[in-house]
């Protein structure tokens, strides 16, 4: 958390780990966004709890409320290279198992998926759809393999 009684007279506070957040941010590779909150909604998070990329929260550390700054990331640097094996077909009958079994899938339609703990989620994006229903998601980061540019702006720090 940032301590602001030990910030300097006038000086604003700066971002620390653990600190909580409320941010614009932007996340882009070579096929736009995936994430744009300017114009938007701000978003509000913790450091260290896993809601950005460790590499994105290094980036941020230091910076100061009310600044804004952009950072370019190499391809891989952000959310890894491509896993080959993070592209699996699904079988119609889990997929009923678990959600509607009316549900049509689309290419490029992202589906949500419980862990299998039940305590959290992961997501999928349709690559292709059967003729039996089966569906082929890749699992990967919408920006595995690419190089990411990441924009934020530090709205305010507690």
């Not at 506070?13 to 300017?38: C, I, K, M």
Request: hydrophobic share 40%; charged share 20%.
């Amino acid at each position: 958390m940032t301590d602001t009684a030990s910030q300097p007279q006038g000086q604003p506070a700066r971002v620390q780990a653990g600190a909580f957040l409320t941010l614009h941010y932007r996340l882009g590779g070579a096929t736009g966004d995936v994430v744009n909150t300017f114009g938007g909604k701000p978003s509000t998070l913790t450091l260290g709890m896993g809601e950005l990329a460790p590499v994105l929260e290094e980036k941020i550390i230091g910076l100061a409320e009310g600044e804004r700054a952009s950072f370019a990331l190499p391809a891989g640097a952000a959310f890894s290279e491509r896993n080959p094996e993070l592209v699996q077909w699904v079988a119609r009958k889990l997929l009923d198992e678990q959600g509607d079994p009316d549900e049509q899938y689309a290419v490029g339609e992202v589906v949500e998926f419980p862990t299998p703990d039940g305590e959290g989620s992961y997501a999928g994006a349709v690559v292709q759809v059967r003729d039996d229903g089966a569906v082929l998601f890749d699992f990967n980061h919408p920006l595995a393999g690419q190089p990411v540019t990441f924009e934020v702006e530090i709205i305010g720090i507690i």
